[in-house]
């Protein structure tokens, strides 16, 4: 089942490599490693669809795993 989120795209002090998706909710989602082309730019306002990946387990654990399969630029 595939969900949207808005928020704003940033980089995490946390682990090398780490992008994460600041909701507008107020809560951080780590974006799983093979995101789309484009997305992964710091301070990027964007609207994606995506879905949870319960079945991963990451480093630098930030919030849950987002993989996203599409965004637009807001």
Same mark, same amino acid.
């Not at 946390?14 to 780590?30: C, D, I, P, Q």
């Not at 995506?50 to 630029?73: C, H, N, W, Y």
């Given at each position: 089942?595939?969900? &949207? ?5 940033? +980089?995490?002090?946390?682990?090398? =490599? ?6 507008? !909710? ?10 789309? &082309?484009?997305?992964?730019k710091?301070g +990027?306002s964007?609207?994606?669809? =995506? ?6 387990? !990451? ?10 399969? &599409?965004?637009?630029?807001?």
């Open positions: 089942m595939s969900i &949207s989120i808005i928020g704003k795209v940033e +980089q995490s002090p946390m682990s090398a =490599g780490t992008w994460a998706l600041n909701a507008t !909710t107020g809560e951080t989602y780590e974006i799983y490693q093979d995101a789309p &082309s484009g997305l992964l710091a +990027q964007v609207k994606v669809k =995506g879905k949870f990946r319960e079945d991963v387990m !990451t480093v630098a654990m930030i919030g849950p795993v987002l993989q996203v399969e &599409s965004f637009e630029v807001m």
